[in-house]
């Protein structure tokens, strides 16, 4: 009888030329983006709090804080401001969402493989979803 057991390849220190080759499961890559959009939330907290003062202080600093999106600031374009605060609504939908899938998980119990991959694809998709409709309203 021949041998008919395919050999995959094992990863146990992955070096960067291997990178290529290597697929993350689903459960996997929204491990990482929770921890990617934690990072960029906290980073540009200074630049969320300015934002906010700037835009409930008064009629004045709302409308130099709308021209911040048309007409930039410092040299850089307004374009620019438009992708960073994009950058924001990803993170927090993207922190959000997948912070209830681990709350979920951890009151249901619900550790299985199954619904990992299934719930892992759920919060990438609603993630996708709701960055594209809260962010269309920026360059609408």
Known sequence: MADTVKHRPVYRNIRITQLSHYRLPAPGLVSILHRISGALLFILLPFVIWLFDASITSEVSYAEFA????????????????????ALIWAYVQHFIAGLRHIYMDVTHATGLGFGRSSAFVTLIATAILTIALGAKLFI
Do not use: I, T
């Open 67 to 86: 021209s911040l999106f048309s007409a930039g600031w410092a040299g850089l374009p307004g374009w620019f401001f438009k992708l960073v605060v994009l």
